[in-house]
């Protein structure tokens, strides 16, 4: 069982950076893949990032070359640094976690309010 809890969200304006954190519970945080969602308003949840065990990441385009994923497992915590944000990156952001590349992700934390102005 793992539990996630994001931080770190916040109001910026367009331009503008912010890092996202989510701490995780438990001792086996190294195990897992950890990934970041986010969800606007009237539209389904989205597929941000991503990062393996060995710290390999992937991204949607939409994303690419302004955000970044990392972990810290000695902390227990993956982060994702956005910059260069766009009021179209506005959403609740999640990060989740599975125990295989191939699985749904098992667990999910309760989400940041990410808000960009123009």
């Known amino acids: 069982q793992v539990q996630l809890v994001e931080s770190g969200g916040g109001l910026v304006q367009a331009g503008g950076s912010l890092r996202l954190s989510c701490a995780a519970s438990?001792?086996?945080?190294?195990?897992?893949?950890m990934g970041w969602f986010r969800q606007a308003p009237g539209k389904e949840r989205a597929f941000v990032a991503a990062?393996?065990?060995?710290?390999?990441?992937t991204y949607a385009d939409s994303v690419k070359g302004r955000f970044t994923i990392s972990r810290d497992n000695a902390k227990n915590t993956v982060y994702l640094q956005m910059d260069s944000l766009k009021p179209e990156d506005t959403a609740v952001y999640f990060c989740?976690?599975?125990?295989?590349?191939?699985?749904?992700?098992?667990?999910w934390g309760q989400g940041t309010q990410v808000t960009v102005s123009s």
């Open positions: 989740a976690a599975r125990l295989s590349a191939g699985s749904p992700y098992d667990y």
């Open positions: 438990g001792r086996t945080f190294s195990s897992y893949f």
């Open positions: 990062i393996n065990r060995s710290g390999g990441s």
